[in-house]
């Protein structure tokens, strides 16, 4: 039997190459999270202060790491997902996933880190910056140091650095700084020289483009998720609502629908955004709420053809509630155009998000996001194409790999489709 | 048969005109109840709060809302949808300013796409499931794929910095005064290359994707086969038994996205600096210009139920089953 690669096996290799690549940033989480569960023990109310959302987020994505490497290794084979032969579409979901749940570890950096903008500015793909560190003030185990070692990252960008007899020059684009002997870090009798590649290069504030696409990621699928949620439960009970009851709510509903579908949604999402501010759950909820006609309109035409079939009217007379008469009658009947349904809408909500982002309407959040990245790029087009290339590539390929999915998945539901 | 024709048509029209005056009602609520108000943008925060209360009541907006929406309805009635506080003119005379451009862009962009996409589905009918139909399937699935302000900032980035071929933004260039007229007529299309190729892609993909799905339902139909058998020639098969019912649902597309189009192809007009119906909607929107929201909506309602209208008719033109679809 030929040897096939599977979507279990892209998935372990994907996470033992960022294991690999990052060992030494895992380990030194690691330490911490050691740290942490030990001064648990000791000042519990001082060690959950000193939790904040980067900490928890680095522990969460070590502890998940973890687990999902095992998992993977120890069990069970032959799940139907896990299994099956990893095509474009498998590997770009994955990755994806990857970049969302483990952000801090894929990210080279934080996605607002900035320093020395004048060396790390507008700097093409795969360029690479040296970099001194300057010496922390106390080596303590303790909880606070280890954290500010590990998550304040502030070494120095420079271009070069040069001997004197009381301390060292480094430059930074011709400007001259003395670092004393004892503010750096050495080895060997020579400054500690690191180097840090940006492998997309980085934008006008000298940030890493990888790592802003990398975070972006979490903003994209958390809209893209929530507002296809909320369009979810609004299409299915309206849906129930509009077919299951009788005809004077069925026409309005049905009305009320076409209103939203004739008119250009777009504005009225604008026009809701700055008049009633945004936030991530307003971008949420308006995305949601301008999604759920096209699934009203599948769900009301199913309900109607399902109220008349023996097996539903036999449920309805036994007295089931409402509420189990559409999971457990209506839901499993309908679930294949509905998930196809929401695939696309999945598509429609990024795209969304990201036209948001770019006209300036988005999240309002520290995190980067991809529509975002385009719109700061567009200013800079002559000199850094890498700051739109890099964001519009990662957009097209979700957008392509959602529309993708959502089409062979209506192919394998209805295989009457011809390809 | 003609009579019911005209009362279907008239029967769509009251219902489409009274789900528009609901959608206009909600905007005027949604509008009046919103945080904020237009005063904000001539007012500073450090002058009187005296003069936020004139300002307001230049506007009209100090009267109850049941007073005001009454106003508004009997001035709409009388065709006077009021002042822009903006422009400071009448807002059926700014509309006016920015309609001719949005109606011959969307015009172009619906023509351009049809063509395309005829011409890319008849390729693709014309060698069934072959590589090629497979690679335009994949190809203008790809297309779809593409966000506007990507494919738009991608085309700027290729043929204006770098080829210098096309202007990046604008309708006009600077010398466009002292040119002649066929001059002129160039500057305007080579103004309107780029932001026609922008908008087309996505509209490519979805009218490929309908028409050549039912084109090639229509083609295994065993009728297409009986004419073949009668020796029918290739030709008239396909002009005058196959394309008439395959055109069906690109008709409905083609409305609805012609429709949406005169309404304001938003993003393509930011990104290329466009003077359309998109920009000034949203300039609208965000300077709280309530008047010229409305008239905007009221605008692109009238041209959304024309078109789908239209539609809709061109339908029941082709297949006279269809009449009864016109009131619905």
């Given amino acids: 039997m030929k040897f096939r690669i599977k979507n279990r096996h892209f998935i372990l290799f994907a996470l033992l190459l960022l294991i690999v690549l990052r060992f030494s940033r895992l380990s030194e989480i690691a330490v911490l999270f050691y740290s942490f569960i030990r001064s648990l023990f000791d000042r519990h109310v001082d060690t959950l202060s000193a939790l904040n959302f980067s900490l928890t987020d680095n522990f969460f994505s070590l502890i998940f790491l973890t687990v999902l490497v095992v998992f993977l290794f120890f069990g069970k084979r032959g799940k139907p997902v896990l299994d099956k032969a990893a095509d474009f579409t498998s590997i770009v979901i994955i990755v994806l996933f990857i970049f969302f749940i483990f952000a801090p570890f894929a990210a080279t950096t934080e996605p607002d880190f900035q320093n020395n903008i004048g060396v790390t500015k507008l700097l093409p793909p795969f360029s690479e910056v040296k970099m001194i560190h300057p010496v922390y003030s106390n080596y303590a185990t303790d909880l606070y140091s280890v954290e500010s070692r590990l998550l304040n990252d502030n070494s120095i960008y420079i271009d070069s650095i040069r001997k004197a007899e009381n301390g060292y020059y480094y430059f930074q684009k011709g400007i001259k700084t003395r670092a004393e002997i004892n503010k750096i870090e050495f080895k060997d009798g020579l400054p500690l020289m690191g180097r840090r590649i940006f492998i997309l290069g980085t934008d006008e504030y000298g940030r890493d483009v990888f790592s802003r696409l990398v975070y972006g990621t979490r903003i994209s699928m958390i809209v893209g998720l929530g507002a296809v949620i909320v369009s979810f439960l609004l299409g299915i009970s309206f849906g129930f609502l509009s077919g299951y009851s009788g005809w004077f709510i069925d026409t309005v509903l049905n009305r009320f629908t076409d209103m939203f579908l004739s008119i250009p949604v777009i504005f009225l999402i604008i026009l809701i955004l700055t008049f009633f501010g945004n936030s991530i759950f307003t971008i949420i909820f308006i995305l949601g709420f301008s999604g759920w006609m096209s699934l009203f309109k599948i769900v009301r035409s199913e309900v109607i053809s399902i109220k008349q079939k023996d097996f539903f009217i036999a449920a309805s007379r036994i007295g089931l509630s409402n509420r189990k008469l559409l999971t457990r009658e209506i839901l499993p009947v309908i679930i294949a155009p509905v998930i196809v349904n929401l695939i696309f809408q999945y598509g429609n909500v990024i795209l969304a998000e990201a036209a948001l982002s770019y006209l300036g309407l988005g999240t309002g959040l520290n995190y980067p996001s991809w529509g975002a990245m385009i719109e700061a790029g567009q200013e800079y087009l002559s000199q850094a194409w890498w700051m739109i290339f890099f964001p519009g590539l990662t957009l097209v390929l979700t957008l392509f790999t959602a529309n993708n999915l959502g089409r062979e998945l209506n192919l394998y539901y209805n295989p009457g489709i011809s390809e | ?328």
């Fill in chain 2, 1 to 328: 048969m003609k009579e019911s024709f005209g009362r279907a048509v008239l029967y769509r029209i009251i219902s489409s005109l009274l789900i528009l005056f609901f959608l206009i009602s909600f905007l005027f609520v949604l509008l009046r109840i919103s945080p904020g108000g237009p005063e904000q943008k001539f007012i500073s925060p450090q002058l009187k709060p005296e003069l936020i209360e004139k300002v307001r009541e230049s506007f009209n907006l100090d009267k109850p809302i049941t007073e005001q929406y009454s106003a508004f309805l009997l001035n709409s009635i009388r065709g006077n949808f009021g002042i822009s506080y903006n422009y400071r003119e009448p807002v059926f005379d700014v509309i006016m300013e920015y309609l001719p451009f949005t109606l011959i862009f969307a015009l172009i962009v619906v023509i351009v796409q049809l063509l395309l996409s005829f011409w890319l589905s008849f390729i693709s009918i014309s060698r069934l499931n072959s590589r090629a139909d497979r690679y335009i399937s994949k190809f203008t699935l790809l297309l779809y794929s593409i966000p506007t302000f990507v494919a738009g900032v991608f085309l700027i980035y290729i043929f204006s910095e770098k080829l210098n071929v096309f202007p990046s933004s604008g309708l006009k260039s600077i010398q466009h005064s002292d040119m002649d007229s066929a001059a002129r007529f160039w500057d305007y299309i080579e103004h309107l290359i780029l932001p026609v190729i922008t908008l087309c892609l996505g509209g490519i993909a979805v009218y490929y994707r309908y028409l050549r799905d039912n084109l090639e339902e229509i083609y295994t139909k065993p009728f297409i086969l009986n004419l073949r058998a009668a020796g029918v020639n290739e030709k008239e098969i396909t002009l005058r038994h196959v394309i008439p019912n395959a055109v069906n649902p690109l008709i409905t597309v083609t409305g609805i996205d012609l429709g949406l189009l005169l309404s304001g192809a938003l993003i393509t007009e930011v990104i290329f600096g466009l003077p359309g119906m998109g920009r000034l909607t949203v300039t609208a929107i965000l300077t709280r210009d309530y008047p010229l929201v409305l008239g905007c909506t009221f605008t692109a309602g009238i041209f959304i139920i024309i078109t789908n209208l239209a539609a809709d008719i061109v339908k029941a033109r082709i297949d006279k089953r269809l009449i009864k679809g016109i009131s619905g």
